[in-house]
């Protein structure tokens, strides 16, 4: 076994079955975990040799135990792939290859766009390449500060979408639903004040909209209460049976309307928050009313909190620095 010395890496390079792999390993190799290697490398073999189609059998090995939206944003994800990388061997895909499909991509999308991508070619990789320990260089996150909506504006929504089919939809937006979880209520899920979120509406993988027996998280599970009001709409207007994307589309016409800063309906979740944070609601307990499984989303991206600004601005000034 001829072992060959690069750097802090330790190469070997092995004919199998008429086709030349290398393995790269962190320390000296001994022949038992040259051997591991090459039967890892076999396995591959039997699968076929390329990322394309190691990259397809990650997401079969996945179709039961991941949601349909997370399996469509696998194959999104691999559309955006240069053919150059999905037509290599995946034994010879090294780090430097990573590095400048990633450069490429990310000169065109956002950061967050760019750690995904590179989250899942990563996953294949620890998949199938014992040998390789990606250390890519990552684009850095831009902060934004995303725009959330005023009672102000959520007023003026409300009178806009009154006795529409997109009034009940909406003022459940404003109660921190998500839009996949709206789409899916039925009568049976409303009892008295209570709504019983415990499904979702979502796309499958060839595209078409199914409901779906559970939803986003565990914590996403619950029960809100509605108010004596809010009742009595959904008797009159009924539960909204469109598709999700529609009642996006109606929101951005009232926002464009009214000189409104755009937001999507996502964000309502985002007002949702904030009003409670500024009401004095625990973390708890919005928590549990949103549907969180941790507190990380809402506090780092959720809570918007003008009364927080304000206190902000006031120490600044209190502290006379100049």
């Known amino acids: 076994m001829k072992i060959e010395k690069i750097g802090n890496k330790y190469r070997v390079r092995k004919q199998i079955n008429g086709i030349k792999y290398t393995f790269t390993f962190d320390s000296k190799p001994t022949q038992k975990m040259l051997q591991q ?6 396995i591959i073999k039997k699968q076929g ?11 079969d090995a ?7 939206t997370t399996i469509n944003g696998y194959n999104g ?5 240069s053919e150059q990388l999905m037509n ?18 990310a000169k065109n999308h956002s950061p967050k766009s760019t750690k995904n991508l590179h989250s899942f070619i990563s996953s294949v990789l620890s998949l199938y390449r014992n040998d390789i320990h990606l250390r890519t260089h990552l684009p850095m996150n831009i902060k934004k500060t995303p725009y959330i909506p005023t009672r102000e504006d959520i007023k003026t929504i409300m009178e806009e979408c009154y006795n529409t089919k997109y009034e009940i939809p909406l003022k459940l937006a404003c109660l921190g639903l998500r839009r996949s979880e709206i789409c899916a209520l039925t009568k049976s899920d409303i009892k008295e004040n209570k709504v019983y979120i415990n499904k979702t509406k979502v796309k499958n993988t060839d595209g078409k909209y199914i409901i779906k027996k559970t939803t986003k998280t565990s914590a996403s599970t619950r029960i809100i209460y509605i108010s004596d009001e809010l009742k009595e709409r959904i008797k009159v207007q009924g539960l909204y049976n469109g598709s999700p994307e529609m009642i996006n589309q109606y929101l951005s016409k009232i926002i464009k309307k009214h000189n409104i800063p755009h937001f999507s309906l996502h964000k309502l979740r985002h007002y949702f928050v904030s009003k409670l944070n500024e009401a004095g609601v625990d973390d708890a307990t919005i928590m549990s009313l949103g549907g969180y499984e941790t507190d990380h989303i809402m506090k780092t991206v959720y809570r918007h909190s003008l009364a927080k600004e304000q206190k902000k601005k006031e120490i600044i000034q209190k502290a006379d620095l100049f």
């Open 49 to 59: 040799n390329t990322f394309r189609a190691c990259s397809n059998a990650y997401i």
């Open 37 to 42: 290697a090459m039967d890892k490398r076999n």
């Open 77 to 81: 994800i691999i559309r955006q792939l």
């Open 88 to 105: 290599k061997d995946i034994g010879e895909i090294t780090q430097l290859d990573v590095q400048k499909e990633i450069n490429n991509y």
């Open 62 to 68: 996945k179709q039961n135990v991941l949601s349909p």
